[in-house]
């Protein structure tokens, strides 16, 4: 989460794309919240300006010109990994950047290639 | 500070009035930066001379610092107040998401005030102040079903801290803690009665902020050769594997492993209860506290059969750490560490400090033998080395408090012995109990002029090491002139704040290159001067509340035991604390 945000230069937390929390309590340990880059995004679909749509590789792209901001597209995703930015009122999604993944010094994340859709749906 | 960094706001919270207010505190935290150093000048501004620790005009201070949410390891929040267990300085440390939290919900410093009428949870949701009713959580048995409750009842999971309290600190039990994220503590000094006494069961801070930085190709360079040191070098190796439990064997080894109410230095069960066999054993999860990539906190998995039914078990996950191990095992004679893990259990659920519980019972016991107080005292329960059960019983009676015994036992080795005589073997130092380190007159010395009375305020377990390892001769002054010197530098740390595990990374040089890229330009001396004036407003707090070097009590017991430097005696001690006052 620092990492996603230390990428633009700032410190803490705001505006991060990646989210941590407990799995109902930290004794059960805990879950990573980010975009799995789907290869048929509902929430691209559900968007009525096509301001996100369909990025060649899976997941989506922002062209925050046309967001009208009417977060149908946090409703759609159903890991909760659309985040919003309340200043701009517009979403926050991960960009598959992989600046977080070298912070996280146990492989929970890792940035990889995937060219053939049956290794996402398989 | 850069424009726009919210660490210069204070948040003061009146629980009388239920009511907050922000103030802008530029200059505090531009001389201070934060932590230990802006909570002790809070603290002291906070509570008039003689207030009741207890009372309305005791206040609690929670400070951060510049460095948390910036960069790894920075994760401690400091909390200051009068402690209701020495009536002096309070001050007591924790990570979990409590520093991230507090600085990402805008803010500095958190500031509560006074009393309120009903039991109540203080909900921050950055800007805003929420006063809710917990007039149904008030009583509950076990503290993780109140961490349970909110954090269902309330938002920002992932982003927030829930700071609680047990049965423990509703009762004020002088040693109740603040549990934060289940796993982290204000352990030490009272903080939860103070908590109690306020109605104040749970706090819940939330926040998404932002920070900004003076230069940032800068500031990622350091962050990335900070977290290279974390995690590629062999700095925090022994957090990082088998975590603080890995002392038990060498402490035990050399004989600095306090048993039996330190009677002896070495524990014949100290196998059974090793950091090695419990990782072997029983280590079922690791977990970090929020911006550390180091995950200090193992969670044994303790399976637990249902009394009645074949085939029915709970699984309890448990921390252990070095000191739980001592208090509850070591010190008690336990070494079945099932019934210690249940010991710790039980310590959680009624939200106690666990060092000072395993101290107090493991004096009761030793008092039981030697006839000061009789079964009748102890409710029938015949408190007996190694045997869990009765101890598990005494805790909930610590709590409970069925007769004048365990009301005393509530308060501590020093006020049990002041009714039930047992002075010179009941371990605490300034009026805090021993922590699970019986290494030489370092140790004993640090616990005795460390402002928190921790063995984290200078470490001399370190020095008596050192020195039973070289074979070098101590004298009191060398002594205390190295102890003051590391408790002066640690101000420095607990103001930034990081954690002390991370004290190997956070050199100096490492410290002012970090602040440098958040705009803070400071110099050696700057550090250096922090670090004197901290410890000397401390004292002068101290002081002012009624401390004395002079009438520190030694109990006999610590010279009776080698130590791995050998025997040392009251003389050597006394001559060391003087030196240590008189270069304050």
Not at chain 2, 356 to 372: D, I, K, P, S
Not at chain 2, 520 to 527: F, G, S, V
Request: charged letters at 20%.
């Amino acid at each position: 989460m620092f990492a996603c945000v230390r990428r633009l230069g700032k410190g803490g937390l705001e505006g991060t794309c990646i989210h941590v929390k407990s799995a109902g309590g930290i004794r059960k340990g805990f879950v990573v919240i980010v975009c799995r880059a789907c290869h048929d995004p509902p929430c691209a679909r559900v968007c009525p300006t096509d301001a996100l749509v369909y990025r060649e590789g899976g997941g989506v792209h922002l062209k925050p010109k046309l967001c009208i901001g009417c977060e149908n597209c946090v409703e759609a995703c159903p890991f909760g990994a659309i985040f919003w930015d309340f200043h701009q009122n517009k979403p926050e999604v991960c960009v598959y950047c992989g600046y977080c993944a070298p912070y996280c010094p146990y492989d929970v994340l890792a940035l990889e290639e995937i060219k053939e859709l049956s290794h996402v749906t398989g | 500070m850069l424009p726009g960094d919210p660490l210069n706001r204070v948040l003061y919270i009146d629980l009388s009035r239920l009511s907050s207010s922000v103030e802008e505190r530029p200059n505090l935290f531009e001389s201070a930066l934060g932590g230990s150093a802006a909570g002790i000048q809070l603290l002291a501004e906070e509570t008039p001379q003689g207030a009741d620790p207890l009372g309305a005009h005791n206040a609690i201070v929670f400070a951060v610092g510049p460095l948390v949410g910036h960069y790894p390891l920075a994760s401690k929040t400091v909390a200051m107040f009068k402690s209701p267990h020495t009536g002096n300085l309070g001050e007591s440390h924790a990570g979990g998401r409590s520093a991230i939290s507090i600085r990402m919900a805008g803010y500095g410093a958190i500031v509560i005030r006074g009393v309120s009428k009903l039991p109540i949870y203080v909900v921050i949701d950055g800007d805003q102040v929420h006063f809710n009713d917990a007039s149904a959580l008030w009583g509950m048995r076990s503290s993780y079903t109140v961490g349970s409750v909110l954090r269902v009842r309330e938002s920002g999971s992932g982003l927030r801290s829930i700071m609680r309290i047990g049965r423990a600190g509703e009762r004020k039990v002088s040693y109740a803690c603040v549990t934060t994220e289940t796993y982290r503590h204000f352990g030490r000094l009272g903080l939860g009665a103070v908590f109690g006494s306020k109605g104040l069961k749970a706090l819940a801070i939330c926040g998404k902020g932002s920070l900004p930085v003076a230069d940032r190709r800068a500031y990622r360079k350091i962050y990335d050769e900070l977290f290279e040191a974390v995690t590629k070098t062999t700095l925090m190796k022994k957090y990082h594997d088998l975590g603080t439990p890995m002392n038990v064997l060498p402490l035990n080894t050399i004989g600095a492993l306090p048993t039996r109410n330190l009677q002896s230095g070495r524990f014949e069960g100290a196998e059974a209860i090793s950091g090695e066999r419990l990782a072997e054993d029983y280590l079922g999860r690791r977990v970090a506290c929020a911006h550390c990539p180091t995950a200090c906190i193992h969670l044994a998995a303790l399976r637990i059969p249902y009394p009645n039914d074949p085939y029915f078990y709970k699984t309890l996950m448990l921390g252990y750490d070095h000191e739980l191990i001592y208090a509850m095992g070591s010190m008690l004679g336990i070494q079945d560490v099932s019934g210690m893990l249940q010991l710790i259990d039980e310590a959680e659920i009624q939200g106690l400090d666990v060092m000072t519980t395993g101290v107090t019972l493991a004096w009761a016991t030793e008092a039981l033998e030697r006839g000061l107080i009789s079964t009748q005292d102890t409710d029938g329960l015949q408190m007996t080395w190694g045997e869990a059960e009765a101890y598990l019983q005494a805790i909930k009676r610590i709590v409970s408090q069925p007769t004048d015994f365990y009301t005393a036992l509530a308060r501590g080795v020093d006020h049990a012995a002041s009714q039930y005589g047992g002075a010179d073997f009941a371990l605490a130092f300034g009026g805090n109990e021993m922590p699970g380190y019986h290494t030489g007159p370092g140790a004993h010395l640090g616990y005795l002029t460390g402002a928190r009375h921790s063995h984290l305020d200078s470490a001399g377990y370190s020095l008596d090491q050192n020195a039973a390892r070289s074979g070098e001769a101590i004298t009191p002054q060398s002594l205390a002139d190295s102890l003051l010197v590391e408790e002066r530098w640690r101000q420095v740390l607990t103001s930034l704040p990081i954690c002390l595990f991370a004290r190997g990374v956070y050199t100096p040089e490492v410290v002012l290159k970090a602040l440098g890229t958040l705009g803070i330009e400071w110099t050696y001396e700057d550090l250096d001067r922090l670090g004197r004036e901290t410890l000397q407003i401390k004292y002068a707090y101290k002081q002012r509340e009624g401390f004395t070097f002079e009438q520190l009590r030694l109990p006999q017991r610590i010279f009776e035991t080698p130590a791995p430097t050998g025997t040392f005696d009251e003389t050597f001690l006394r001559q060391a604390i003087e030196h240590y006052a008189n270069s304050l």
